[in-house]
């Protein structure tokens, strides 16, 4: 089956709404979790897991809208890069999810650039 570009970055545009529509609403539904990856020299923790959680949600629905694409493109691999931290002491301090495997922490670092290039592709590319 041949399919226009169009047709695909659309299908990926919704997949990446998806994904960041239901880890922003996990924000909320499973705070507790979301409070253990947070490092402990940042302020305010559950706050920041909300306000997270928030532009995750804004984010993906953003990406829908064409007038705001590329800023929410933009804001989204800004986001990704501000909890990339966070990411990085969850692996290092795998003790504090026992229910996780110790690999998957690790492995799960590698998916961020992954994850912004989808953004990039699905928000910010010239050819969207």
Not at 7 to 22: K, M, N, P, W, Y
Not at 38 to 55: D, T
Not at 61 to 81: K, N, P, S
Request: glycine share 6%.
């Amino acid at each position: 089956m041949n399919t226009s570009p169009h047709i695909r970055t659309t299908i990926s545009r919704i997949i990446l709404s998806a994904f960041f529509i239901g880890v922003g609403v996990l924000h909320f539904t499973k705070a507790d979790l979301f409070m253990r990856v947070m490092p402990p020299y940042l302020p305010y923790p559950r706050e920041l897991v909300y306000v997270s959680g928030i532009f995750e949600i804004l984010g993906g629905i953003g990406v829908h809208v064409a007038l705001t694409r590329r800023a929410v493109g933009y804001g989204l691999i800004a986001l990704l890069v501000a909890v990339f931290p966070a990411n990085i002491h969850m692996a290092v301090h795998s003790e504090l999810f026992p229910e996780l495997p110790v690999a998957l922490l690790w492995i799960r670092l590698l998916f961020q650039p992954l994850i912004m290039a989808w953004v990039w592709s699905c928000a910010i590319k010239k050819s969207v």
